[in-house]
């Protein structure tokens, strides 16, 4: 078996940052070097280019974010009921702590990704291009990786209700660090091939595993 190789990840270097509150319409526009505030519940950046920066408060409702374009970019404890960002291209960002209701990434593309602390209460990654991605002491109630192609990526310390990974491909997926004591239900355990788990979640999820290979278990002797 080839060893699972953990994620290339790394911070960003930022710069001083200048404050702005960028208002609740900002699509296609291009931030950089910005410490970014909103203080509204709602606001859309469509399309919109952020480099070299701080997310330091999110709207609190909705953030319209489709096409997004994050590189070297913190997002720090956003508290934040919807963030919509499918198709969005993620480069060299960290999100920690905060809260986040619906996180829609569907479709999009991750490359060194860092969420630490996070509670989410559905992470819709459906079709994404995950690479070097670390999730990290998190909460998520639905991790929705359908369809998801993920390279080095590492869930560690983190809690997770529903795992759905029906048509997964990919290498390297570290799963280590999943509850799986607490994990309520796995879909797509056959698209799991080439993820790396420890010996006591295997035990946990042998029923699971064996139902998607339509393996019969019986505790009756021959």
């Not at 526009?29 to 410490?35: G, I, Q, R, Y």
């Not at 593309?109 to 291009?129: D, F, P, S």
């Not at 091939?193 to 420890?198: D, L, Q, S, Y």
Request: aromatic content about 2%; glycine content about 8%; overall charge negative.
């Amino acid at each position: 078996m080839t060893p699972v190789e953990p994620p290339r990840v790394s911070p960003p270097q930022l710069p001083p940052l200048i404050a702005l509150d960028p208002g609740d319409a900002c699509d296609d526009e291009s931030f950089s070097e910005a410490l970014l505030t909103w203080s509204g519940e709602q606001a859309s950046l469509i399309g919109a280019d952020i480099t070299d920066s701080r997310l330091a408060r999110l709207p609190s409702d909705h953030l319209h974010a489709r096409r997004l374009r994050l590189a070297e970019v913190e997002v720090t404890d956003p508290s934040v009921v919807t963030l919509n960002a499918p198709r969005s291209h993620w480069r060299g960002v960290v999100i920690e702590g905060g809260s986040i209701g619906v996180l829609d990434c569907s479709g999009a593309t991750w490359q060194n990704v860092t969420l630490q602390g996070v509670r989410i209460g559905y992470a819709n990654l459906r079709e994404a291009k995950l690479s070097d991605v670390t999730l990290t002491g998190c909460r998520i109630g639905t991790l929705d990786l359908a369809g998801a192609t993920t390279t080095r990526v590492a869930v560690l310390a983190s809690l997770v209700d529903d795992l759905d990974a029906r048509h997964r491909t990919g290498n390297h997926l570290d799963l280590r660090g999943l509850d799986v004591v607490r994990l309520n239900r796995l879909e797509g355990a056959d698209s799991l091939v080439g993820a790396t788990i420890t010996d006591q979640q295997a035990r946990w999820l042998g029923p699971t595993l064996a139902a998607s290979l339509r393996i019969g278990i019986t505790e009756e002797d021959p």
